[in-house]
């Protein structure tokens, strides 16, 4: 079974700049989840989808932060304009709806490393 | 906010010792404790898990007990081995995840 698949693996901007990550979850996987991950820290939500709805944005920068599902499977993040604090590890995880799993065990892609200079 | 800890930040243990790690939380909400391993550019892995219907889970030479009333959840490895090294991270929620700061297990030989 393929796993959860992110791109690009890194990438490196000047502050200001825009920047867009891609997820494609697991085959099947209704919810899709967006982290965000500092050197040194846990991973920390941002935007949690179940299909192509927003479940939980509560901790998303919408100032500056954006991500969509628009057909209920990929998911895009972007950034926009990235600030030198947005350097991170931004981490998606997809898992099957949690009704029907009794709990969300979460399957996390490989991750996408930003830099901002 | 969330006040949550996990201890110890590093831990290291000889190859075939035990090592344990433990997280508290304050989410009276939370009905759901995995711990994930991450490697050194890899994504978070899921090792075991529970759920707070159940005190304790073994898979293994992993096991995880939790204390609701206290508040909080411990991973156990025994018979600790090199390729254990890795980052730790507890967490817990009822959907969405909130993450302990994470412990690097170190495996001395």
């Known amino acids: 079974e393929a796993g959860v698949a992110q791109s690009p693996r890194y990438k490196i901007i000047e502050k200001r700049q825009s920047v867009a990550f891609w997820c494609n979850p697991i085959s099947g996987h209704a919810t899709l989840y967006w982290y965000q991950q500092i050197l040194g820290q846990g991973p920390k939500l941002l935007i949690q989808f179940q299909n192509n709805g927003v479940v939980d944005d509560s901790q998303l920068p919408k100032d500056r932060f954006s991500a969509e599902r628009l057909k209920g499977v990929d998911s895009t993040l972007k950034i926009q304009p990235a600030k030198l604090e947005d350097s991170a590890v931004y981490l998606c995880a997809s898992s099957l709806s949690p009704g029907l799993a009794g709990y969300n065990e979460q399957f996390f892609g490989p991750g996408t490393r930003l830099t901002v200079l | 906010g969330e006040n949550v800890e996990q201890h110890p930040s590093t831990l290291s243990v000889q190859e075939g010792d035990s090592a344990v790690i433990k997280c508290t939380y304050s989410?009276?909400?939370?009905?759901?404790f995995p711990w994930y391993k991450q490697e050194l550019g890899k994504g978070p892995q899921l090792i075991i898990d529970i759920r707070s219907n159940v005190g304790e889970k073994k898979d293994q030479r992993i096991a995880v007990t939790l204390n609701k009333t206290a508040k909080h959840f411990s991973l156990h490895i025994t018979e600790t081995q090199p390729e254990d090294s890795a980052v730790y991270f507890c967490a817990w929620g009822a959907d969405g995840l909130t993450f302990g700061k994470g412990t690097h297990l170190i495996i001395q030989p």
């Open positions: 989410d009276s909400a939370s009905n759901y």
